[in-house]
């Protein structure tokens, strides 16, 4: 029996050691983050207490085998078959340092922990691969390696029992046995409290960072997955009764008049959309970002039309594409894109513009695989759509995820001469995505930025590229006759470090320019609420050309317009209007709630409905 016990608290310690060291590894990795937020060393000090009930849960759950095993070989008098547990424990090492690598990798670019959500994008383990430097991916490797090795040897040289086998049945091992598991079921379930332990357990501080560091990667992907499937399989937003939501939904898009301010002089025009892959709006200095980050942006803001107040419906290329090009808000969990099953009840705003005589197109540097992009745009119907594996042109320079930008543009405005006029074409910028292997473009001292200071530095020469592209179009003959918008697909973390949960993170440019832009619109800046699902319907009024079918997509030009933007939380719903904001999380409540008190119900019950709703049409679909 001293043998079953000594083997269990061994080796439950063990694992404890192995938490806490992969979270130093991690917390070593961010430093720069910790610095941007502040914390204090007492925070990070006091995760070591509050990690640990959520800690031992994780113990439990993977002591559970362990512990059957053992006790059952304990009554038996065959404890020295224990060793066989190594098949176990070497593969539990492995992914646990696994899972930590991937959840380091990912924190950097997405701001969150390892989930189901982003075990989706795994699909395309290429494309992920693709987007980290050579030299992440072989330090991650050599530190998986190495951690898992260390661990595996600890637990052999110390945990692994040592003892002979023995005769006759162990009398005080069976009468052992139901304590075991009885201690191993509570520790699963977190105590004898009447709720179970679960994420939330773990978080005790006001910064996102130490709560992230708390949560044990284990514990986190297992609950995660299982929300995940059971979100995709059964979960709806019910909020309030199913009518109700529909006829909010609907009054938040009425619009009393017909009455859209046009800003452009030209009935058709040649349309160019500059996709913007990551932009924030805090490289832009006249949103609120650090000057010479992007200086050419800035002269073409001195005659184009700039949105100060857009925001991205989600974070990732896929959700972005889906509300630019089909006025659909970013899913909970999901993206449109990865179920084709859903493409019938998409709009398409380059089939619509197709019927008006427009020939449209799409250009991308690299490989539009990753979330299902490319059968989506195959979907919408793009007369024309060009990859970077197209693209045979010699003397290009090409990253890891393909053509760099400065060599990217100039070219595409060259193709747009070959097209038949009037166009819709859109080129996709590549370069401020990671791993940020551009080329450095001039010496502008970015010694400011403490943190992301490659995403900062790719923006910068992406934002050169920029002037080389427009150079070579206001050489090109149908210049005098396009707009040209520039818009990101979603935004990125920065320097401010803004919580992924906030509209400041979600913030992106917006900016129309072009000679069809009335003179009285240039240099101008608007700063109505609006998310990037508005651009069809916006561009289609513009136009002159209905845009009742894009039911999600809001004419922001309109004077009746009710101004408002949305982001998806996964689970909850982030709502911003003219009289305030919140975000909530089913899980967690409110992360953010600055609403007048008189009107904060009915908006509430806004963002509520408009979640719920969006919801539930995507899943009849």
């Given at each position: 029996?001293?043998?079953?016990?000594?083997?269990?608290?061994?080796?439950?310690?063990?694992?404890?050691?192995?938490?806490?060291?992969?979270?130093?590894?991690?917390?070593?990795?961010?430093?720069?983050?910790?610095?941007?937020?502040?914390?204090?060393?007492?925070?990070?000090?006091?995760?070591?207490?509050?990690?640990?009930?959520?800690?031992?849960?994780?113990?439990?759950?993977?002591?559970?085998?362990?512990?059957?095993?053992?006790?059952?070989?304990?009554?038996?008098?065959?404890?020295?078959?224990?060793?066989?547990?190594?098949?176990?424990?070497?593969?539990?090492?492995?992914?646990?340092?696994?899972?930590?690598?991937?959840?380091?990798?990912?924190?950097?670019?997405?701001?969150?922990?390892?989930?189901?959500?982003?075990?989706?994008?795994?699909?395309?383990?290429?494309?992920?691969?693709?987007?980290?430097?050579?030299?992440?991916?072989?330090?991650?490797?050599?530190?998986?390696?190495?951690?898992?090795?260390?661990?595996?040897?600890?637990?052999?040289?110390?945990?692994?029992?040592?003892?002979?086998?023995?005769?006759?049945?162990?009398?005080?091992?069976?009468?052992?046995?139901?304590?075991?598991?009885?201690?191993?079921?509570?520790?699963?379930?977190?105590?004898?409290?009447?709720?179970?332990?679960?994420?939330?357990?773990?978080?005790?501080?006001?910064?996102?960072?130490?709560?992230?560091?708390?949560?044990?990667?284990?514990?986190?992907?297992?609950?995660?997955?299982?929300n995940g499937v059971k979100f995709d399989s059964q979960v709806t937003f019910d909020y309030m009764p199913v009518d109700k939501a529909a006829e909010r939904v609907a009054k938040l898009h009425d619009?009393?008049?017909?009455?859209?301010?046009?800003?452009?002089?030209?009935?058709?025009?040649?349309?160019?959309?500059?996709?913007?892959?990551?932009?924030?709006?805090?490289?832009?200095?006249?949103?609120?970002?650090?000057?010479?980050?992007?200086?050419?942006?800035?002269?073409?803001?001195?005659?184009?039309?700039?949105?100060?107040?857009?925001?991205?419906?989600?974070?990732?290329?896929?959700?972005?594409?889906?509300?630019?090009?089909?006025?659909?808000?970013?899913?909970?969990?999901?993206?449109?894109?990865?179920?084709?099953?859903?493409?019938?009840?998409?709009?398409?705003?380059?089939?619509?513009?197709?019927?008006?005589?427009?020939?449209?197109?799409?250009?991308?540097?690299?490989?539009?695989?990753?979330?299902?992009?490319?059968?989506?745009?195959?979907?919408?119907?793009?007369?024309?759509?060009?990859?970077?594996?197209?693209?045979?042109?010699?003397?290009?320079?090409?990253?890891?995820?393909?053509?760099?930008?400065?060599?990217?543009?100039?070219?595409?405005?060259?193709?747009?001469?070959?097209?038949?006029?009037?166009?819709?074409?859109?080129?996709?910028?590549?370069?401020s995505h990671s791993p940020y292997d551009c080329p450095r473009i001039d010496d502008t001292d970015f010694s400011w930025c403490s943190m992301e200071r490659d995403f900062i530095e790719s923006a910068?020469?992406?934002?050169?590229?920029?002037?080389?592209?427009?150079?070579?179009?206001?050489?090109?003959?149908?210049?005098?006759?396009?707009?040209?918008?520039?818009?990101?697909?979603?935004?990125?973390?920065?320097?401010y470090n803004h919580p992924l949960y906030s509209f400041e993170y979600h913030k992106i440019p917006l900016l129309v320019y072009g000679k069809p832009l009335l003179e009285e619109y240039r240099g101008?800046?608007?700063?109505?609420?609006?998310?990037?699902?508005?651009?069809?319907?916006?561009?289609?009024?513009?136009?002159?050309?209905?845009?009742?079918?894009?039911?999600?997509?809001?004419?922001?030009?309109?004077?009746?317009?009710?101004?408002?933007?949305?982001?998806?939380?996964?689970?909850?719903?982030?709502?911003?209007?003219?009289?305030?904001?919140?975000?909530?999380?089913?899980?967690?409540?409110?992360?953010?709630?600055?609403?007048?008190?008189?009107?904060?119900?009915?908006?509430?019950?806004?963002?509520?409905?408009?979640?719920?709703?969006?919801?539930?049409?995507?899943?009849?679909?």
């Amino acid at each position: 029996m001293k043998d079953l016990l000594r083997y269990i608290l061994k080796t439950s310690v063990l694992l404890l050691l192995l938490f806490d060291m992969m979270r130093l590894f991690f917390v070593l990795n961010y430093i720069p983050t910790i610095k941007s937020e502040h914390v204090a060393f007492a925070d990070l000090l006091s995760v070591v207490w509050h990690d640990k009930h959520l800690d031992l849960s994780t113990v439990s759950y993977l002591m559970a085998i362990p512990v059957i095993v053992a006790c059952v070989l304990a009554i038996m008098g065959r404890f020295d078959r224990m060793r066989w547990l190594r098949v176990y424990f070497v593969p539990v090492i492995f992914f646990y340092n696994l899972i930590v690598m991937g959840e380091t990798g990912v924190y950097g670019e997405w701001k969150t922990k390892l989930s189901y959500k982003v075990l989706l994008y795994l699909k395309e383990p290429s494309e992920i691969i693709s987007s980290v430097s050579t030299g992440k991916v072989a330090y991650f490797i050599v530190m998986l390696l190495l951690f898992s090795s260390l661990f595996v040897w600890l637990y052999i040289r110390f945990c692994e029992p040592k003892t002979k086998a023995q005769r006759g049945v162990s009398w005080s091992s069976l009468i052992a046995t139901p304590f075991l598991f009885g201690l191993t079921f509570l520790g699963i379930r977190g105590g004898f409290n009447a709720i179970p332990i679960s994420t939330a357990s773990a978080y005790f501080s006001e910064h996102y960072f130490v709560n992230i560091v708390s949560v044990n990667p284990a514990y986190n992907l297992m609950e995660s997955v299982t929300n995940g499937v059971k979100f995709d399989s059964q979960v709806t937003f019910d909020y309030m009764p199913v009518d109700k939501a529909a006829e909010r939904v609907a009054k938040l898009h009425d619009v009393d008049c017909d009455s859209t301010v046009v800003i452009l002089g030209e009935k058709r025009p040649n349309v160019v959309i500059v996709l913007l892959e990551s932009w924030s709006a805090d490289l832009i200095e006249s949103l609120g970002g650090h000057g010479g980050i992007t200086p050419n942006f800035a002269s073409m803001e001195k005659e184009g039309l700039l949105f100060t107040n857009c925001y991205s419906s989600g974070n990732r290329s896929q959700q972005g594409i889906a509300s630019i090009y089909s006025g659909l808000p970013a899913v909970p969990v999901t993206t449109i894109t990865l179920h084709p099953e859903k493409y019938h009840a998409c709009q398409s705003l380059p089939a619509d513009l197709e019927k008006q005589g427009y020939y449209t197109s799409f250009y991308f540097g690299g490989r539009l695989n990753y979330g299902n992009i490319l059968s989506f745009l195959k979907y919408l119907n793009f007369n024309k759509i060009v990859e970077g594996d197209d693209i045979k042109e010699p003397g290009f320079e090409r990253g890891k995820l393909g053509i760099h930008d400065s060599y990217m543009l100039p070219w595409y405005a060259k193709q747009l001469s070959t097209m038949p006029q009037p166009f819709f074409s859109t080129v996709f910028t590549i370069s401020s995505h990671s791993p940020y292997d551009c080329p450095r473009i001039d010496d502008t001292d970015f010694s400011w930025c403490s943190m992301e200071r490659d995403f900062i530095e790719s923006a910068h020469y992406t934002d050169h590229s920029l002037s080389l592209f427009m150079e070579e179009a206001r050489l090109q003959p149908w210049y005098d006759n396009t707009i040209f918008v520039f818009i990101a697909d979603h935004s990125h973390n920065t320097y401010y470090n803004h919580p992924l949960y906030s509209f400041e993170y979600h913030k992106i440019p917006l900016l129309v320019y072009g000679k069809p832009l009335l003179e009285e619109y240039r240099g101008k800046q608007n700063d109505v609420i609006m998310g990037n699902t508005d651009f069809p319907a916006f561009l289609l009024a513009q136009l002159g050309l209905k845009h009742e079918r894009y039911s999600w997509s809001k004419d922001f030009m309109n004077l009746c317009y009710r101004p408002f933007a949305y982001f998806e939380m996964g689970e909850g719903t982030a709502w911003k209007c003219s009289s305030g904001e919140f975000v909530l999380s089913n899980r967690f409540g409110y992360n953010v709630k600055k609403l007048p008190e008189k009107t904060a119900d009915s908006i509430i019950m806004d963002g509520k409905a408009y979640v719920q709703h969006w919801y539930n049409e995507f899943c009849s679909y």
